[in-house]
């Protein structure tokens, strides 16, 4: 059987239901693809100023942590490094 200018049958509405068939694949592509890039790259950097929910810093809660005293000297400064990096 032969269709002519139709698409399966369809007519100009098949050609229109493939081409916005088309946008929304290439669409979803390119989605996935940006916040695939996104989840993998993190947030940036990490610093010091990050804030909890609370509002407190990494660094803030660890000073508190050194002064009621659960944390000895050595741990202090360690961990203090690792945020400051």
């Given at each position: 059987?032969?269709?002519?200018?139709?698409?399966?049958?369809?007519?100009?509405?098949?050609?229109?239901?493939?081409?916005?068939?088309?946008?929304?694949?290439?669409?979803?592509?390119?989605?996935?693809?940006?916040?695939?890039?996104?989840?993998?790259?993190?947030?940036?950097?990490?610093?010091?100023?990050?804030?909890?929910?609370?509002?407190?810093?990494?660094?803030?809660?660890?000073?508190?942590?050194?002064?009621?005293?659960?944390?000895?000297?050595e741990?202090?400064?360690?961990i203090?490094?690792?945020?400051?990096?």
């Amino acid at each position: 059987m032969w269709w002519g200018q139709h698409m399966f049958g369809l007519g100009w509405s098949g050609w229109l239901l493939g081409g916005l068939m088309m946008l929304l694949f290439w669409g979803g592509i390119i989605a996935l693809v940006f916040f695939a890039i996104r989840a993998f790259s993190g947030s940036g950097s990490r610093t010091v100023s990050k804030q909890t929910n609370s509002g407190e810093s990494a660094l803030d809660i660890l000073k508190k942590r050194y002064a009621r005293g659960e944390i000895s000297k050595e741990e202090y400064e360690t961990i203090r490094g690792d945020l400051e990096t």
